[in-house]
């Protein structure tokens, strides 16, 4: 099977250069900084097709999320991930289950 000109390779900081794109997916996969996955939800929100899903992995990072852990190493990245689940909850575009598998999965499907 050639898959060379279906799969794209984009370098550099995700948050630089996904403003920039204008294609539209059915699927996202977000596995990156977790202080930025706020960031990341709105790039996929305005990138994923009607239908189509955002996969958010590590979603309850260790369980530190659904807890009272407020320690200052982690303390951002359990704000912005307490942050991502609570937009994703309340957005009338989405719909989105949230996956007590291994570190937490969140699945949002765009209305």
């Not at 369980?63 to 407020?70: A, P």
């Amino acid at each position: 099977m050639n898959l060379e000109d279906k799969i794209h390779i984009y370098k550099g900081d995700a948050v630089e250069i996904l403003p920039s794109f204008q294609e539209k997916y059915d699927a996202i996969f977000i596995d990156a900084a977790k202080g930025k996955y706020p960031f990341f939800l709105k790039e996929s929100i305005r990138m994923i097709n009607k239908n189509g899903i955002i996969f958010a992995d590590n979603i309850l990072y260790k369980g530190y999320v659904m807890s009272d852990y407020n320690k200052h190493k982690q303390r951002t990245a359990v704000r912005n991930l307490r942050e991502y689940i609570a937009q994703t909850m309340h957005n009338p575009e989405l719909e989105t289950e949230i996956f007590e598998v291994g570190d937490g999965l969140a699945v949002s499907r765009k209305k």
